[in-house]
């Protein structure tokens, strides 16, 4: 099946550093990614919404200036957390949509504010 | 897409099959049932999925009422490994509303 892999898998950094989260597809091209945030004990919450070659779509009460996304190729999404803070510290997890439509999640990225 | 209702927690004995309801009592003509599962600091697997029918594969089956309105996720035989928070998702099958609307799931843990 498709994979979808996130690099790095856990990060530790120290507050007010900035931090890139890759999400790559590995076997097919992604015409959308999705940046999904999950906070320990809740569910999944989508953060923005990444298409190749244009700017992404941010939910509400999401600072786009804070989590920076690129999208500049069908195979790879990046998701910047720039000054990070204690508070940012979360599991970031990113899912791609293939020419179909399915979608494919990777294995999450933990980063950890220190 | 439409939202779901399962419930926050089951147990299950190892060896038994887990059935993991979903209301979806809201769910559109041309929206399919998803299931997915969350192992912990793991992103989410997806089990199966299906519109009107009994879906059956290797991991689980999925018993959708006539009426739509719920579903029933079943794992024959649970292991261990199945313990992980299971989510139920209706969306228009590979269209539609782009992402997924993830609930607050259901958290299995299967019990030795």
């Known amino acids: 099946g498709a994979v979808v892999s996130q690099h790095p898998s856990w990060v530790i950094c120290k507050s007010g550093t900035s931090v890139k989260i890759e999400c790559r597809s590995l076997?097919?091209?992604?015409?959308?990614m999705f940046w999904y945030r999950q906070f320990p004990k809740q569910s999944l919450m989508l953060m923005a919404t990444?298409?190749?070659?244009?700017?992404?779509?941010?939910e509400q009460g999401v600072e786009k200036d804070k989590f920076l996304i690129n999208h500049a190729s069908l195979t790879l999404s990046t998701l910047t957390v720039t000054s990070a803070h204690p508070e940012d510290s979360s599991f970031y997890i990113c899912s791609a949509r293939d020419r179909i439509g399915e979608l494919f999640f990777g294995e999450g990225s933990r980063l950890t504010v220190l | 897409d439409a939202k779901t209702t399962q419930p926050p927690s089951m147990d299950c004995a190892e060896g038994r099959a887990a059935n993991l309801p979903c209301n979806h009592s809201?769910?559109?003509?041309?929206?399919?049932v998803y299931w997915y599962r969350q192992i912990h600091s793991q992103g989410p697997q997806y089990i199966i999925h299906?519109?009107?029918n009994n879906e059956t594969n290797e991991m689980a089956s999925l018993i959708i009422t006539e009426d739509r309105k719920s579903s029933t996720l079943i794992l024959p035989h649970a292991t261990l490994r199945d313990t992980a928070v299971y989510y139920c998702?209706?969306?228009?099958?590979?269209?539609?509303?782009?992402?997924?609307?993830f609930g607050t799931g259901t958290r299995l843990t299967v019990i030795p």
């Open positions: 998702i209706v969306r228009v099958e590979r269209g539609g509303a782009n992402n997924l609307f």
């Open positions: 299906g519109l009107k």
């Open positions: 076997d097919f091209q992604a015409t959308t």
């Open positions: 809201t769910i559109s003509g041309n929206e399919y």
């Open positions: 990444s298409n190749e070659g244009s700017k992404a779509t941010y």
